[in-house]
């Protein structure tokens, strides 16, 4: 069957899909889907009980952003966004409640693909969205609901992107981008074919840097993509290469106060993230018969991620035991409380209890290596006189893990309770200069006397093993009637080694352990085709995702970690199920007009969450029972004469299905808030059953507008409006901002909303054709300059509203959102396809 090299088949992947295959389920330009990450033979998406939604390369680069993620929130069902990291490549995507989030500790519940392969990074299931080049990105498409046949944390939904070849971006493209915050973005990519067609290259590189809107947040970006390819009548294989050294300054929650007067502001500094990284990725085809393909992939990941994040420090010693106090924790060997001399006697201190505060600088090291093996067969013959399409897969993933930690603590002061009177400064005097521990810019000082030895408090080496088998069916029944099945088996062996502390027999707080998981997930599916562009459809789905190894060395509630990752003992964790039900319909309204609508219900057991600890600045994972999203999602595109036009709106109802304990210290409701703390001043919250998780909107509304000026000219505007939302801390969703509870202490006084306010952004983009391969574009952001906040969570700051240092308050922490900005950029283009005349 040979390959024809000119066709023009608009592809909705998750991998690529052979035009082979695309011309032999029409003779006109259609839609497909492959039914697994892996290339296949594709299938018309009228017959996929989902609703796909495409992204595609032009569609892109019409639009402000800088990832695919902004491009996602602008534009696509479901999905919201939030910079939890304070960097607009940190960002935080939800879909229908589910998140893929580049930080650790923040529950993930998408898989994402790039050609195929998981971009999920093993430590933490995180996605690191400023390793993937947008300008390399052919196609993208999300695929709703827990389909296990893509893999471990498909609970949500699942990302697959496809990148460019030299077939379709050829020539030499130049381009170079300036304007807000500095920031400036130059491109260079070149492809091409060799001229007996059987050998395609696409080659780009991108830098970017900029200041960032809030101060002391510099980014700097550098990404590379290659992909070298060969094809016959029968065969083809594509080399590939992703490459990254960036650079990201997000500076995080900013108290509530701080905001008051710049927007712009930031808690403490710096918080710098490093992101290295190289992916290698061999993909095969080959058509054993013209209705049997064979794909498979070959990959290598090595990835270093190294973060430096300074705080507000605050530690508590038992001067009656200080065996007890330290807890062999390696970090705080330094303090010793029987020692001080806390009341200027000349004495030491027995007995009461010491309060050290200053500064903190936590450093991490995450090195991965990954290497994995993917197989796939797809069959695309008849069953019983029957259209049929099966697939049958197998995936093999080992990566090893290297994950340091280590503190470096700027001691300003240690107190005794009251009941033991006096105070202490560093260096044993009471000179207020050594309460310093930082600077007027909030930047932490690393000299001084309360400086001490940075030690390292968690060393971890681990392996963890992923093994697949897979299998997906697609028999019509009749060429109305559609039945789709499959089951994806998977086991996961985690393998965890403590490198400081040693074994279990030597210390309670040990990471050693091994856990494996096994679970074999189904998918289920019927749809029905009255009309050719038209479906109603149902499904339901199970899929699974293991605890990784953070999660399961940091399970402990006796032993609570920072994050993100000072690791203690792990107690086994159960892995998380969601089962997913779904009901939609899809069709054309008129020849111009297309509209969507479904309806879902998914349900989470055993649920991973963070939860924080009663030691301040702590937490630990938990298996907390049941969660639940449901909801609605509603589309209406199309285009008149010289507009095109998108919209949607978007209901999700989600929530603890379960009573869960939480521990927020300041929420206005929790055990020991306010004037007369409880006896265990615990910062207790429960959470009732049908209370919402937290920074999760409600409701969502997309418009997306283009107009076609002239045939060189175009300008359009995207509309996104979100509804209120609860921040973390606020798990029972009961907290009173400046309510009594928050006590009549000054220091309390002025405890923060429980949620974040509703907002709406706009955002503005044009693109005109200058000629002779000069084009120009400009894209601007919230252009009304509407002040909104991303995210929240309610939690205690040691600076005034001033930004000195000392004065402990509980305050709601926000990320507040970007300003008005604009960017000016050219690209400019030779050698590619010549235009197409009239």
């Known amino acids: 069957m040979k390959l024809k090299l000119s066709a023009i088949v608009a592809l909705a992947l998750a991998s690529s899909v052979s035009l082979g295959a695309a011309e032999k389920l029409s003779t006109s330009t259609i839609n497909v889907y492959s039914a697994s990450p892996l290339p296949s033979i594709g299938l018309p998406l009228n017959v996929v009980p989902a609703n796909i939604q495409i992204v595609k390369s032009k569609d892109l680069n019409n639009q402000a952003g800088v990832s695919i993620a902004d491009y996602m929130n602008n534009n696509m069902q479901g999905v919201s966004i939030a910079e939890m990291g304070g960097n607009p490549y940190q960002l935080e995507v939800n879909f229908r409640g589910y998140s893929a989030s580049p930080l650790l500790g923040n529950a993930q519940g998408i898989s994402v693909f790039v050609d195929g392969v998981r971009a999920n990074e093993p430590f933490g299931d995180i996605t690191s969205w400023d390793k993937i080049p947008n300008f390399a990105i052919k196609s993208m498409q999300m695929v709703p609901g827990s389909n296990p046949i893509y893999g471990l944390n498909t609970l949500g939904g699942a990302m697959a992107i496809q990148t460019k ?144 994040n300074p705080d507000a420090w605050e530690h508590d010693l038992d001067g009656d035991d200080d065996s007890t106090d330290v807890e062999t924790d390696p970090t705080y060997a330094f303090l010793n409380c029987n020692s001080l001399d806390l009341i200027g006697d000349g004495l030491g201190h027995d007995g009461g209890e010491c309060e050290f505060t200053g500064a903190v600088l936590n450093r991490t090291k995450t090195k991965q290596k990954t290497y994995g093996l993917q197989g796939q067969l797809a069959f695309n013959q008849d069953l019983w006189g029957k259209k049929n399409q099966l697939v049958l897969g197998s995936v093999f993933e080992y990566t090893k893990i290297d994950f340091k930690q280590s503190a470096l603590i700027h001691v300003a002061d240690m107190e005794p309770n009251e009941t033991a009177g006096g105070a202490f400064r560093a260096a ?125 060395g940091c399970s402990n509630p006796n032993f609570p970690c920072l994050l993100p990752a000072a690791m203690a003992d792990d107690p086994p964790l159960k892995q998380v199920v969601a089962k997913t039900y779904e009901f939609g319909t899809r069709g054309d309204l008129t020849e111009n007009i297309r509209w969507n609508a479904s309806v879902y219900h998914a349900m989470n057991h055993d649920d991973i969450i963070f939860k924080a600890s009663a030691v301040r600045g702590r937490g630990y994972f938990d298996n907390v029972g049941r969660t639940k999203r449901q909801g609605i999602d509603v589309g209406l595109g199309g285009n008149i004469d010289k507009f095109t036009w998108n919209a949607s709106y978007g209901y999700i109802r989600a929530t603890y299905d379960n009573d869960v304990d939480f521990v927020s210290l300041s929420n206005s409701t929790a055990t ?167």
């Open 428 to 552: 044993t005097t009471t000179d207020d200069s050594n309460n310093l521990v930082f600077d007027a810019n909030r930047a932490m000082l690393f000299s001084g006397a309360g400086i001490q030895p940075e030690t390292q408090n968690t060393g971890l080496k681990g392996k963890q093993y992923q093994v697949s088998l897979f299998a997906n069916d697609t028999l019509s029944v009749t060429d109305k009637w559609h039945v789709n099945a499959g089951a994806r088996l998977n086991y996961t062996k985690v393998d965890n080694i403590d490198t400081l502390r040693g074994s279990h027999s030597v210390s309670q707080q040990s990471l050693t352990a091994k856990d494996s998981y096994v679970r074999l997930n189904p998918t289920l599916g019927l749809t029905y085709t009255p009309q050719d562009k038209q479906a109603i459809y149902t499904s339901y789905s199970e899929s699974s995702r293991a605890p990784t190894s953070i999660e399961l």
């Open 165 to 308: 070849s030299g077939r379709e971006a050829k020539g030499l493209g130049v381009e170079f981008e300036a304007g807000s915050w500095g920031r400036q973005r130059s491109l260079a990519e070149f492809g091409g074919v060799s001229k007996d067609g059987s050998v395609d290259y696409y080659f780009g590189a991108q830098h970017t840097k900029e200041d960032g809107w809030r101060k002391f947040s510099p980014t700097q970006i550098n990404q590379t993509f290659g992909k070298v390819g060969w094809q016959n009548e029968n065969s083809k294989i594509n080399l590939g290469y992703m490459g990254a050294d960036n650079k990201l300054g997000g500076n995080g929650f900013t108290p509530q106060n701080l905001l008051s007067g710049d927007r712009d502001q930031i808690h403490t500094q710096p918080d710098i993230t490093n992101n290295y990284s190289h992916q290698f990725t061999l993909n095969g085809e080959h058509w054993l018969n013209k209705d049997a393909l064979f794909s498979g992939t070959a990959y290598y990941k090595h990835s270093n991620r190294n973060t430096k």
């Open 672 to 838: 020991g808030s306010g004037d007369n703390p409880s006896p265990d001043g615990s910062g207790l919250i429960t959470a009732r059953k049908g209370a919402n998780l937290p920074m999760i909107p409600e409701h969502q509304l997309k418009l997306r507008l283009q107009y076609q000026a002239t045939q060189d000219w175009s300008f359009g505007g995207n509309l996104v409006a979100y509804s209120s939302q609860y921040v973390w801390g606020n798990e029972n969703n009961r907290h009173q901002a400046n309510s009594a509870n928050c006590g009549t202490d000054s220091r309390w006084a002025a405890c923060g909303d429980g949620k974040l306010d509703s907002y709406f952004v706009v955002n503005l983009d044009t693109q005109y054709n200058i000629g002779k391969g000069w084009k120009a574009f400009a894209k601007a952001t919230n252009v009304f300059d509407h002040e909104y906040d991303m995210s929240g969570r309610l939690a205690e700051t040691s600076f005034s509203n001033a930004g000195v240092f000392g004065t402990e308050t509980r305050q709601l922490g926000l990320i507040p959102g970007s300003p008005r900005a604009g960017w000016l950029g050219f690209r400019y283009e030779f050698g590619g396809e010549e235009p197409k005349k009239d």
